[in-house]
């Protein structure tokens, strides 16, 4: 149980890297919402681990899973070069990638 927050911290380093500085759009896209969501559980697990109460912990779950989606909905990923383009100013899409400033398809 003393080793979860460790964990955690792994699993959230690994993802930065992977999506970070892989260019598979495709597989990035695929793989972003099981990655966040499992995050957002990880966090609510060790926070009950840690003692959290319940109607204090509810609380931070709903926290925690409204903010899996909201990155889930705003991050986008460049099909032409591979970036991923997370929400400017935490809720707002870019129009174009910041890397190589090709559109985003306004329906993805």
Request: with cysteine.
């Amino acid at each position: 149980m003393e080793y979860t927050g460790f964990l955690w911290l792994g699993a959230y380093v690994i993802g930065v890297g992977y999506f970070t500085l892989s260019r598979n759009a495709g597989r990035k896209q695929a793989v972003w919402a099981p990655f966040v969501t499992a995050l957002s559980v990880a966090v609510v697990v060790l926070a009950y681990q840690h003692g959290a109460r319940w109607p204090g912990l509810a609380l931070f779950a709903a926290v925690m899973f409204s903010a899996a989606w909201g990155a889930v909905s705003l991050t986008q990923f460049c099909t032409a070069c591979g970036a991923t383009a997370y929400a400017r100013l935490g809720f707002l899409r870019h129009k174009t990638c910041p890397r190589c400033r090709a559109a985003f398809d306004s329906t993805v």
